[in-house]
Structures are given as C-alpha cells and as structure tokens.
C-alpha cells in the first residue's frame, strides 16, 4: 500500500524552470532575496560563475519569471514584501547549454535558431545573416514595440567552450562565434533593462567580453555567497520535514542525518567568509531516494578530468590542500599554467579557508562525496584492470577494522596487492606512496581516515568507534624504522583529547615483492 506520507513532497530533480516548480508544487528553496537585489543593485550587467548542476540554470530562469511579471508565481516568497511594482519587460532568454559539443556549424544554427523564435515573436524580417546585427536589430525592436528595456539573459555562456579549451585552433573559431553574437550587449545599452550571464569558467575579459568591460562578476561577492545551492540555515528552515523523512527512513535521529548529509554533500564555499553551501543535486537526491549516493559526482564525466591531472602531473595526494592567492583560482581556465582553475571552477576544490595577513586561501575538497569519487575515478590508473575487486577489497578491509582486527586487515592488503600487476611506472617509490594514498582514502567510505604523504611514506590516522588507529608506512625500509617514525611525532600524547586508545601500526613495503613486507602493531 501506497503511503500518503511519500506522496506529499515533491523534489525537482533535473527541473530548472522556475514556473513548473512553482506551478507543480515542487520543493523550492527561497531565493528571490537574491533575485530582488541583483536586479536593483548599481551594475545592470552581471556574471556569476558556479560549477554544474548548482542551480544558475534555475536562478536565470527565476529571473525571466521576475523580469516577465509573473507575481502570481512568487506569492509567498521574500520577494513578494519586497517588489511594489511588478513590471513586464521584454526577456531574451539564451540558454547556450544546448550548444555542448557543437562544433561551428551546429553553433552557428544553434544561434540562428534561437534568433529566428525570438524574430518570429516580434515579427521582425531578418535583416542579415550575421548574428550580432540579428541581435541588435532584435533588442532595438523589442524596445520599440513594447515601449520598454530590455532583458538579456545568457545562461551556460561558457557551454560550447568548455569542450575545445586546451585544442587552440578549434576554441579560437568557436570563440569568434561567440564574441561576435555577445558584441552588441554594449551597443545596445541604451535599450537594456538587464544582462545576467553564467557559466562555469572565468573566460578572459579579452577573449569573450572585449566589448563589455562594464559587467560585474558576483561569483565571489559575499552578498551573493550562498545565492546557489543550500546553505545550512535554509536545511534548517526550510527542509526540517525533508530531514525528519531522512532520519526515519534510516532508523537514524534528525541530528545524525543531518551530520551525514553534511558530511558528504557541504563544505563549499565560493568566498570567504561565507556560510556552509551544501551541492543541491546530491542534497535532494538523497532526499529522494533516502540513502547516500554518489549523485553530483556520478552524473559528471570526469574523463576530461583526470586526462588535465594527468596533463599538469598532479599526484592524488596533491589535489586537495592547496595555499593560493586569488587569482591562482579566480582565473581563466583558456590561458591556465596548472589545474588549480579549473578543478576550483568545476566545484572539485572549493575555499575551506583564508589567511588575512598573508592573502592566501586554502582549497580543498569540499566533501566526502568529491573526495570518494576522485579516487575512485584515479584508482584504475594505480591498479590497472583490479578497480572493481579493490572497491571490494576495501569493504572487506574496513570490516576487519572496525571489528578491531588490524593484523587480518593487514594479511587482506598483503595478498590482494600481490595480484596486481606490475606496471612500467611502479619503478619510482612515488606510485606505491600514491596508490595507498587512494586505498586508505576510500576506506573513508567506511570510516574516519586522514591520510597524508610526505616525502618517501604514507602516515594515516583512522578512527572507528572504539579506537584511533595511527599507521606509518615505509618504502623498502624496516618496520622498526616506521614505528620509531611514529614514536618521535609522540602520536598517542597528540591525541590524548580525543578519549580513545592509540593502536599504532608500523608497515613496511617491499617494492620487489609489490606488496607488504612486514609490520609492527602495538596498543
């Protein structure tokens, strides 16, 4: 039997239309603050940059509904005390995320398709074939006929680019195009209410907007920090029977459902300080499936992603934990000399800290969710063919951990790495310090682990219910080596606070053998 329970709310899962949300009674998180403030601030040009699948596609089509004068829609919401007026303007909506992997025909008609919906509504004869006169000719007629400015709203403006960024002949014909379509937003100044573009990388000011110096970029504006995704009060506010539906589910209480979403789908910030911003698409997936999955992540390709790691020789270990001015983050991806750009654009990293007196920020990976996925995405790249059987492994590893069983966890690593074939690259002690960096970090899947790399070892702290384990792990050296490595960080008086008994678990590895050697473990 069907529970009416379960009928009652709905999650807009894949829906970016602001009026079918409202008008099918989805779930709809209250951003039109925002929405009231961007539109009566001192800039009437602006650009906000966040990863996929955040909600800028939602937020611009939030703006249509606004700009067209649809009060009707936001009855209820913070911006209904706030606009007196509620005027329709003329809105030119172009959601460039259709022209994903056109090359420069497709992009070309995609343009002319779009401008010839818009002509037709006018009923304006089209004056040429080049798409910057067609979108003059457009905004100067829109004006006329209605008497008022008009709005421009650009969502994914960045969409047919992003494919072609690292293959010059291609990004810069595809470029032109898109240069030239966006020339005459400042020509046509006069005649514009409103210009609101997004996108999920920072193009140089030179290469796509050399004509329209006058836009203002919010993507780190603290005003508009929590602008998309959920930030924790409005979890709270907003969502309190979401999360209550969660903990039930689960046969968990509210407070740890809510810790555990908050471990695998928070920690982003796009500006510091700023409020805790939780991935929306993960947020209300979970919501509607009742479990944590891998859901952001999943539904991205990262292919493109470890072939730049691969690209800018980043290790695993050297994703996360980065101290970097602004502009080594906040910069376009087309001209970048390292990675940092864009994994910080395309949400891998995000800001975690920021040290005043030096003007540094710390990035790194936002979440659980982020963390698992990249080192699942990496691991084939350290295993070869035995991805699939080290998940495995690791589900099994982790049993013998929790149940206090660290010698068989030990004996299980020992005989599943010596299955792995050998490769070209596991010469160098680096590739062995990295592919446990990965091992021990998907048990984070499972437990509580930090895992570090310094220079020739891997040092981890584990925590399970009952006990803190701390494990060195040595190349080709001794176990006694690894255990005197520990005693001298006095690990146990380090975490004394924490009320647990320290295990401590020395380990070497033997790079002949491509496995364990020995290991030292004392309570």
Known sequence: MIDMEDLQRLYPIGIQTFSKIREGNYLYIDKTAYVYRMTHSDSGYMFLGRPRRFGKSLLTSTLHSYFSGRKELFRGLAIEKLEKEWTGYPVLHFDMSMAKHADKDGLESLLDFMLAEYESMFNIDVVSENANLRLTNLIKRAYEQTGKKVVVLIDEYDAPLLDVVHEQDNLNVLRNIMRNFYSPLKACDPYLRYVFLTGITKFSQLSIFSELNNIKNISMDEAYAAICGISEDEIRSQMKEDVDGLAKKLEITPEEALMKLKENYDGYHFTYPSPDIYNPFSLLNAFADGKFNSYWFGSG???????????????????????????????????????????????????????????????????????????????????????????????????????????????????????????????????????????????????????????????????????????????????????????????????????????????????????????????
């Open 301 to 523: 390709t990262p292919t493109y992603l470890i072939k730049m790691l691969d690209k800018y020789n980043v290790q695993p270990s050297e994703i996360g934990d980065n101290h970097v001015e602004v502009s080594a983050f906040d910069a376009p991806t087309e001209t970048m000399t390292d990675i940092i750009p864009l994994l910080y654009q395309s949400g891998y990293i995000t800001i975690k800290n920021y040290d005043k007196n030096l003007d540094l920020y710390t990035l790194d990976i936002p979440n659980k969710e982020v963390r698992l996925g990249l080192m699942k995405s990496l691991l084939p790249n350290y295993v070869s063919s035995k991805a699939r059987e080290t998940n495995t492994m690791v589900a099994y590893l982790s049993n013998d951990i929790r149940n206090g069983d660290m010698d068989a966890a030990l004996r299980r690593l020992q005989t599943f790495l010596s299955t792995i074939p050998r490769c070209d690259n596991t010469k160098y002690e680096g590739h062995y310090q990295q592919m446990f960096y990965i091992i021990f970090s998907l048990l984070g899947n499972y437990v509580d682990v930090e895992v570090r790399t310094p220079r020739g070892r891997v040092d981890m702290v584990l925590r399970t219910k009952t006990t803190l384990y701390v494990m060195e792990l040595k190349l080709d050296k001794s176990a006694d080596e690894a255990m005197a490595q520990i005693n001298l960080k006095n690990y146990p008086e380090r975490f004394a606070l924490c009320g647990l008994p320290v295990v401590k678990i020395a380990v070497n590895f033997d790079s002949e053998r491509c496995t364990i050697g020995e290991w030292k473990i004392e309570g």
